[in-house]
Structures are given as structure tokens and as C-alpha cells.
């Protein structure tokens, strides 16, 4: 039996029906940019994570570079990122003119070291961007405190984070701003493209707002340098059907990361994802370490298991940014990463059967070493 990685359209399979409704409401309406779905999922969206504002814009790239400018980040200045994240990070400080400056992650939780940000400030600093990597918070309270201390905005990157929880809020409402996408495979995905910015902040979520629409409240009435990127009705019709079912999918996620949590103590060499007490992960993605990665990705892809590398090449080894800043410390924890994880299969449509053939196999993996030793 092959096990995919994420199982997408059964995502389609058990909602077509509301989805369905969804379609013919908004080509009945023949409103398709900026109308009343959107409208509807930004209040939604915007209650889930127990924010003020949700502004729906066109992806998580644009969400993350849009709460910067919204923000006031401006072109030259630096922000603090994670060694080791998706591109977008970087590329979202990048898009508004600014130098992302790496700082290592934690070996025990994966995610942005607080204890290292403080090294990385310079005169030039003017936000840190912590990411809820793959769905696990990052440790907020010690990010905030420092950012408070030295006057910076804190924008969370929670692309991957669609209702976990740190010390009981979610994220998306944990710093300045946060973004978020609906790329399809996300916890809260669309069927296309989307993303949106969360936050308390007034006069951020009206910059927002404008920045998404040409600069523009009144059609032909530019007031800044906006752009477009517009989440569009037919997707906020879908995401708000799914919006419906993301706490149940996710708990759905969270039974099946803690049966492999269980599952997978006792195989030789393979280091669970982390998990703090203080933390509700939304279990995006559940990422495993090993020396032999690579070998262990090629024996389960031999047995009909579909894994994935998140991420093989850290951004600051990556051609667009080979002359990254990190302040002089090697971020050698990201680049054992980059080495050593593989994410495993997982979603809110795995069956038993699939579950128990990729334990299996893992375990199967390690019995060879076992004997040999």
C-alpha cells in the first residue's frame, strides 16, 4: 500500500457538499474581488484566533511582507529571522527593502533561539520574525520581552501554526502582527492561493487594508504605494466551509502525532519533533531527525512511503542569499537540521493502516543496525 504524504483531496471528499453550496453562492452573488465572503472569513478568521482585525490578502509571502510595512519596516533596515524556516521568511523582509539577519534556532525546539537575538541587534534593527515552525510556537514570552526592551515590533510568521496555541492563546495573536497562509496543504488550506494578516492593531490592520488594494479605500484614490494582492471571494468561500473543521482536523492531526510520538521511542537513532508543556502545536507537519536521513528517506520511499525534507538547504545557504548576515555565529543548529529531519506522513485523512505501515517501516529500518551491532 503506497501512503501519501498528505491525502489533499480527501480533504475535497468529505466537504464537497458545503463546498459546493460555497461555489454557487459566490457565482450567484457575481462579486468575486473584495465582497461579502471575504468580508465574512476576515471576522471569522479574525474571532478563531482572538484578534481584533483579520485582512485577507492574496498568499503567505504577501501577508508577512504587508505586516512589515504595516509595521513601519522600512527599506535598509535589518530583521531578526530564524536560520532555519521556509524562504518566504527571508524573502518577506527582502520584498519591502529590508536585510534579514539570521539567528540559530534552539537545538530542543527547532525554532528561533531567544537567548541569541540580543548578539544579532544592531542600530539598524527594526523587527524580529519568529515562525511557529512547523506548528510548534515559538517561545513568545522571551521574544516579546526582548523586542519591548529595545523597542522593536515582533511579526509572527504563523504559516504553518492555523490554531496552535502558546500558554493557551493562538497564535496569530502572540506579537505585532502575524500572517498566515492557505496554501492548499496548510492546516487551513484554500483550494489555490491565499493568505491573511492578523492583529490587534488599528491603525495596522487599516495600512493593511490599503497596502493589499493599490493603495486605495475609494476606487481611483491612491494614498500610498499599495499593491494587489487580494485574497478572492471563491477562496474565501472554501476556507470559511474548512475554517469550520480545523479544530476537529487538527485534533485529528494531534492523535495521530501522539500515537507516533509513542510509537517510535524505541527506534534506534530517531529524535521525536519537540514538544514543550506550554504549547498546543498544530501539528502541521511532524518532522523526525536522523543521522541517516537520506538513507532513510530511500528506504521508505522503497516501500511505498512518501516523506518530504523540510528544509534541505537553509536560506543562508541558498544562491539568493549566500551572503547572509548571521553577526559573525555560525548558525550550526540550522544546518544540522537542514541535515538530519524528514517529515513523516500526516493529516487529518491518514487511515490506521497507513500509520501502522510507516511505524512499521521505521522500525524496520533500525532492525538490520540492531544485529549488526
Request: a neutral charge; glycine letters at 8%; charged letters at 20%.
Amino acid at each position: 500500500m503506497t501512503v501519501p504524504f498528505l491525502d489533499v483531496k480527501a480533504a475535497y471528499l468529505e466537504l464537497q457538499d458545503d463546498l459546493r453550496v460555497a461555489f454557487e453562492r459566490v457565482m450567484d452573488a457575481g462579486q468575486f474581488i473584495l465582497g461579502p465572503e471575504v468580508e465574512a472569513f476576515e471576522r471569522e478568521f479574525a474571532a478563531f484566533c482572538g484578534v481584533k482585525h483579520c485582512v485577507a490578502v492574496g498568499n503567505g509571502l504577501d501577508a508577512l511582507a504587508l505586516a512589515l510595512r504595516a509595521n513601519g519596516v522600512q527599506p535598509g533596515q535589518e530583521v531578526i529571522v530564524p536560520a532555519y524556516t521556509f524562504i518566504a521568511t527571508w524573502l518577506a523582509v527582502s520584498a519591502v527593502g529590508a536585510i534579514p539577519v539570521a539567528v540559530d534556532v534552539e537545538e530542543d525546539t527547532w525554532n528561533l533561539d531567544p537567548r541569541k537575538i540580543e548578539a544579532a541587534i544592531s542600530s539598524r534593527t527594526a523587527a524580529v520574525m519568529p515562525v511557529h515552525l512547523f506548528g510548534q510556537p515559538a517561545d513568545m514570552d522571551a521574544v516579546n520581552a526582548l523586542a519591548q526592551s529595545r523597542g522593536l515590533k515582533v511579526i509572527e510568521d504563523a504559516a504553518q501554526a492555523h490554531g496552535a496555541r502558546y500558554k493557551g492563546r493562538r497564535a496569530g495573536a502572540l506579537g505585532d502582527a502575524a500572517g498566515f497562509s492557505f496554501y492548499p496543504g496548510k492546516n487551513l488550506g484554500a483550494f489555490g492561493d491565499g493568505g491573511a494578516v492578523t492583529t490587534d492593531d488599528d491603525t495596522v490592520a487599516e495600512q493593511v487594508r490599503l497596502l493589499r488594494n493599490y493603495g486605495s479605500r475609494v476606487k481611483y484614490q491612491h494614498e500610498c504605494l499599495g499593491g494587489n494582492s487580494r485574497l478572492d471571494e471563491l477562496q474565501a468561500a472554501f476556507l470559511r466551509v474548512r475554517l469550520q473543521h480545523l479544530e476537529e482536523w487538527n485534533a485529528r492531526r494531534t492523535r495521530w502525532a501522539t500515537a507516533y510520538r509513542t510509537a517510535l521511542t524505541s527506534v534506534p537513532q530517531l529524535i521525536r519533533p519537540p514538544i514543550s508543556p506550554e504549547i498546543e502545536p498544530a501539528w502541521h507537519l511532524f518532522t523526525v531527525r536522523h543521522e541517516r536521513r537520506n538513507e532513510l528517506q530511500h528506504y521508505l520511499a522503497g516501500v511505498g512511503i512518501t516523506t518530504l525534507i523540510h528544509y534541505p538547504t537553509p536560506p543562508h545557504r541558498s544562491p539568493a542569499y549566500r551572503c547572509g548576515r548571521w553577526r559573525g555565529i555560525r548558525p550550526v543548529v540550522a544546518e544540522r537540521l537542514a541535515e538530519e529531519t524528514l517529515s513523516l506522513p500526516l493529516g487529518p485523512h491518514m487511515t490506521a493502516n497507513e500509520w501502522t505501515q510507516v511505524c512499521d517501516a521505521l522500525h524496520h529500518f533500525a532492525v538490520p543496525r540492531r544485529l549488526a551491532g
